[in-house]
């Protein structure tokens, strides 16, 4: 036991699910700031006292240009009814990272009227994005920054070239800004916590039967799952056996985003679903007693203890190299990134599976534990949308203690995942199958137990701004077309592959998202009024406590739980 905790603080991974310093200190000082505006939008006749103070997200969800431009809407609303100092937290994935990236270049970006930022990112969605991103000199551009990216020892992808085509679709100039330089916007609590989330998925394995969750903070990136961080800075950097063993330089916000978000996800889906149904028809043609003996149900397994968030999936073994070759087109992943593996030369405690270790253990090589991530010497990076289409999983994190969320966009997903891994949601989650007509906001989960979050539901839709132009102001007859904003058809000018939009279809889209927040305050102020009451009460319920010192890099986390389930090769 001595030798392993000397081994553990010499790491230059952090283990432990607890919070780092460094956000722990930025959530007080953000407790601040929060607790002054509370005061103010709610009318409170006194101070907020630390404890008091609710913890209020907003979670985005992905949908390339679409999503950039709804998102700009919603935090200008969410600042003009002053509810944007109340937030601590703001997470993205896919196209909302772009708008977030861009917003944290400017240390005090939400004290600034984002009327300015919006127009800005109007004249980039605008303009035709093909001249401008392949011209000559842009192509010579790429190849001098891969090159020099190979150099520095990063592996080369798809998408480092794709993170350059964004960087010129929203700058058209070489942007130095990295991941570690937004600790600047953090440093007063002036903003929120920016969170990122990718998937960690392995080569030749759907993502429905591996996938784990990495998020990325200015501070750090790691797996929830695991408990295991490292700082930003060294990400993508060589490590072995929890040790930093070669550093590479920390990779400009442009190659972030190309790790981050890929076009076409919910398309590119098709064509493993499509070949996996011919692998299964040619094992078919073989005989039937071959197709028997491969075509196993996991169900059958017993191996290794039940799960009670075991997936109900059946393994598909080919037999022979024509059904390996369509095993290998239907898993094949051209934009995916390949980064260093930081977990590489860990392995996993025989402990695992009995273990509390964590609730995320949530796909079936989870049964398996030889070959998860530790066994990796890369880790193969996809845009989360291709699992789970938000943002919630970094919210969810017991450590975060969020209050209230605010959803933009729509998805009925995470109630039903959440529920699988025994993580406080709200259950009454409106279902876009079974509600044709949506309404514009929906709260949920503020009448169910205190652990679960408030959910402030914005789907994207247009119910009455067709008909009023502002909250209260009805629409002239001639005003009429400017509130036919088409959303909901998939084919429309705002379907997820269209990078370019026409001037009327941005201010549509801008004013309609706009519209639907300025619409709901007081649902709002609703929400946030409750999540006050029920710290207030959890107070009264709670005898008193001493705070809890901020940990150290690597924290007593680490000595008394993590010991159990990681285990360090010696040297």
Not at 307 to 324: E, Q
Not at 372 to 379: G, N, P, V
Not at 461 to 475: E, H, W
């Amino acid at each position: 036991k001595i030798k392993i905790i000397s081994v553990l603080e010499d790491l230059d991974i952090r283990l432990g699910f607890d919070l780092c310093a460094q956000e722990q200190d930025f959530i007080r000082k953000r407790k601040k700031v929060v607790a002054a505006a509370l005061k103010d939008i709610l009318q409170l006749e006194e101070d907020l006292q630390e404890d008091e103070v609710p913890v209020v997200a907003i979670m985005t969800t992905g949908g390339g240009t679409r999503a950039l431009t709804a998102m700009y809407a919603h935090l200008l609303s969410v600042q003009e009814l002053n509810v944007l100092d109340c937030v601590s937290y703001i997470t993205g994935l896919s196209g909302t990272t772009w708008t977030m990236s861009n917003l944290y270049e400017d240390p005090e970006w939400s004290q600034k009227d984002l009327k300015e930022t919006l127009n800005d990112a109007r004249k980039h969605v605008l303009k035709n994005k093909f001249f401008t991103c392949f011209a000559p000199d842009r192509l010579k551009y790429y190849l001098k920054e891969l090159c020099q990216r190979k150099r520095e020892g990063h592996q080369i992808c798809f998408t480092d070239l794709w993170g350059l085509i964004i960087e010129t679709m929203l700058h058209e100039k070489e942007n130095s800004h990295k991941l570690t330089d937004q600790q600047q916007a953090l440093n007063q609590g002036q903003n929120p916590l920016p969170i990122y989330l990718s998937l960690n998925v392995k080569d030749k394995i759907s993502d429905q039967d591996f996938r784990e969750w990495v998020e990325f903070t200015p501070y750090e990136v790691g797996f929830p799952k695991y408990g295991t961080f490292i700082r930003a800075e060294d990400f993508g950097s060589e490590f072995f056996m929890g040790h930093l063993m070669k550093k590479i330089p920390e990779s400009r916000i442009c190659f972030l985003e190309g790790d981050l978000l890929l076009w076409g996800t919910k398309e590119v889906q098709i064509l493993p679903n499509v070949l996996k149904q011919i692998m299964i028809a040619q094992i078919n043609l073989n005989n039937e007693t071959t197709y028997k003996n491969c075509y196993s149900s996991a169900d059958d397994e017993t191996l290794f203890p039940a799960r009670p968030n075991a997936l109900d999936t059946r393994v598909v073994c080919p037999t022979d190299s024509f059904s390996g070759i369509f095993r290998d087109i239907a898993m094949l992943r051209p934009a995916a990134s390949e980064i260093h593996n930081f977990l590489k030369g860990f392995q996993m405690n025989n402990n695992y599976l009995e273990s509390e270790f964590s609730k995320w253990k949530d796909c079936e090589l989870d049964s398996q534990p030889n070959r998860l991530t530790a066994a990796t010497d890369y880790l193969i990076l996809i845009d989360t949308a291709f699992a789970f289409a938000t943002s919630y999983p970094p919210l969810m994190r017991p450590e975060r203690k969020v209050d209230v969320i605010l959803h933009f966009n729509y998805s009925s997903e995470a109630s039903k995942y959440f529920a699988k891994q025994g993580i406080p949601f709200p259950t009454k989650v409106p279902d876009d199958q079974e509600t044709p007509h949506l309404k514009e906001c929906y709260i949920v989960g503020d009448k169910e137990t205190p652990e679960t979050p408030i959910v402030i539901f914005f789907p994207l839709v247009n119910d009455t701004f067709r008909d009023y132009k502002a909250p209260g102001v009805k629409r002239s007859p001639s005003e009429m077309a400017e509130g036919d904003v088409d959303v909901a058809n998939s084919c429309g000018p705002y379907y997820i592959n269209n990078l370019t939009y026409s001037e009327e279809d941005f201010d549509k889209l801008v004013n309609l998202s706009y519209y639907n927040v300025q619409n709901n305050k007081e649902l709002i102020l609703q929400a946030l009024c409750t999540a006050v009451q029920r710290k207030k009460q959890h107070k009264k319920d709670q005898p008193l406590r001493k705070p809890s010192s901020a940990s150290s890099y690597t924290s007593k986390t680490t000595k008394d739980n993590m010991q159990t389930y990681f285990i360090a090769a010696e040297k």
